[in-house]
């Protein structure tokens, strides 16, 4: 039998990536609305593929759990590069914790699973902290030296504090907005102001 020529083997690997988004994407509508439990049929049915195409890709419900947990992070903490490219250095940072209370107030279903003990997650904490921290980082640090915000801010310190803000269960999330303005305005106090350039 004559070896797959390059051709196909790069068609191969292209249609398993597609597979592979297409459940990661199920899997995170699914999740939001059922629950990390929720039965493997209903992903597959959204992702338009079969039980054996998910388990041939995600062996074990944590591998597929720690996917859409890394596809969220990674998409969250890509959102700081391109803010901070098309937004003055405060407003790059408010849009940023607001899109960083959105990731920590709808994943909730995911916390909970992060937290079960189950061995398969133990690296991700590490992931959360690598991706998010020099993300809000050189947002906080851009805001401070346009005298927008403090310069005295630890990154990870924020992320924490405002995942314990958003992540409680059970609680009304309407004011976000309002309570990142609040958050917001913590930073201001105490910014010092950017020198005038002289001029002569």
Known sequence: MSAATPERAR?????????????????RE????????????????????????????????????????????????D?????????EPLEAL??????FTEFVGTK????????????AFEPLPAYFQQRFEPALGSLLAAAAAA??????????????????????TGVDHTGDDRMAALLIDGLRYGAKPKPESAEH
């Open 11 to 27: 068609r191969v690997r292209a249609d398993a990536q597609r597979n592979i988004d297409a459940l990661i994407d199920a899997a």
């Open 30 to 77: 699914v999740f939001a609305t059922s629950g990390v439990d929720a039965p493997v049929r209903e992903i597959t049915t959204k992702a338009g593929v079969g039980l054996a195409t998910f388990y041939r890709h995600f062996p074990e419900r944590s591998d597929l759990i720690t996917a859409v947990f890394r596809h969220e992070v990674d998409a969250c903490a």
């Open 79 to 87: 959102t700081a590069a391109t803010l901070a490219a098309t937004y």
């Open 94 to 99: 408010v849009r940023w914790l607001r899109r």
């Open 108 to 119: 909730r279903g995911l916390a909970a699973a992060l937290h079960s003990g189950n061995p």
């Open 147 to 168: 005298g927008e915000v403090r310069d005295d801010v630890d990154p990870l310190e924020l992320l924490h504090a405002v995942s314990r803000l958003y992540s409680p």
